[in-house]
């Protein structure tokens, strides 16, 4: 996130940091990164998905996920699939044995129906709640992503115009050029 802020104050104009200032830089970053992360939901979801990896105690109904879960797309216990279930329609709440269910209690609790009788290795893929970023964070982004945020920052804070549809188009582009653990970037591997 600090080399982006670095490029957007250059590309500003304001490479001693005079005008600009770090707090502006990184709220610009945020909004940038919020439209983008709404565009990448839309596109591809996958690039922003959270893995956990866990393990049930016998007798307690629930793990916590690492982050906040706006979405979850899979659960797997003991490498299965596992379904959701709306928790109204669980009649016995004391019911133990190998969890076949699931459902959220809130965005960081993943409860387990049965309530485990073990340990049992539980794998959940979702979508995080969005958190604002600081300056040591990772982008996780290609450089061609970040060089849009760039872009969109530059635009807030010089008082231009930030065209965020084009982005939907070129974001396509960039994410049609991913296959598997090959990225292709501008023609280059």
Known sequence: VSDVMSRAWVAAGDAGQIKISNYQMLNAYNDANRIMRKLILDQFPN???????????????FITLDKKALRLTDVRIDGRKIG???S????????????????MD????????????????????YIPAYTDAIETDESGYPTEIETLIM?????MLTGG??????????????LGNID??????????
Not at 47 to 61: C, L
Not at 106 to 125: D, H, Q, R
Not at 161 to 174: F, K, V
Not at 180 to 189: A, F, I, K, P
């Open 151 to 155: 872009n969109y920052m530059v635009a």
């Open 84 to 86: 959701a279930i709306d």
């Open 161 to 174: 115009q930030a065209d965020t549809s084009a982005w939907a188009d070129e974001l396509g582009r960039i």
């Open 47 to 61: 690039m922003i998905e959270q893995k956990d990896n866990k393990t049930t105690t016998a007798g307690t109904s």
């Open 180 to 189: 598997g653990d090959v990225l292709m970037m501008g023609g280059y591997y």
């Open 106 to 125: 809130s965005l960081e609790t993943l409860s387990l129906y049965p309530i485990p009788n073990g340990e049992y290795p539980v794998f959940a893929a």
């Open 88 to 103: 109204k329609q669980i009649t016995d709440l004391t019911a133990t044995g190998k969890p076949i269910n699931y459902y």
